[in-house]
């Protein structure tokens, strides 16, 4: 008997690939549109510690959540085998579009990490809102 895919079909394909990306453009999101309401409305005079500390925390659970998603997919990337009928799994196997997908899963995850450092980098550099 074999074991199921872990990618599946259909639209859950794309949340697991993509869920790395989706962190990221939250992350993106939520993080300029808290300096600009901190900055504009809270506290635009005020030490932007706070603001700093919050959108630390918020890049660590991203970056858990990122790097949740990209083990999940090297888990399956690194699976390995061969197809059910001990050949080399050929373009149109199941056993090598998940491992495919992994793949495309991990590679989407490094770049949603660095893209996830690059935002915060200024929030962290930033002296004040002026």
């Known amino acids: 008997m074999t074991e199921p895919n872990e990618f599946g079909v259909g639209v859950g394909i794309l949340l697991k690939i993509t869920i790395a990306p989706w962190i990221w453009a939250f992350h993106f999101v939520i993080s300029y549109g808290a300096a600009t ?18 959108l630390i925390a918020l890049t660590v659970l991203a970056l858990v959540g990122i790097g949740l998603s990209g083990w999940l997919g090297w888990r399956n990337w690194t699976k390995g085998g061969y197809g059910e009928d001990g050949a080399v799994p050929g373009i149109d196997d199941v056993e090598s579009r998940d491992r495919f997908l992994g793949h495309v899963s991990v590679l989407l995850a490094v770049v949603s990490a660095i893209g996830v450092v690059y935002v915060v980098l200024p929030v962290l550099l930033a002296g004040s809102c002026r």
């Open 37 to 54: 309401v901190w900055c504009a409305k809270i506290a635009p005079d005020a030490d932007p510690r706070a603001l700093q500390l919050a």
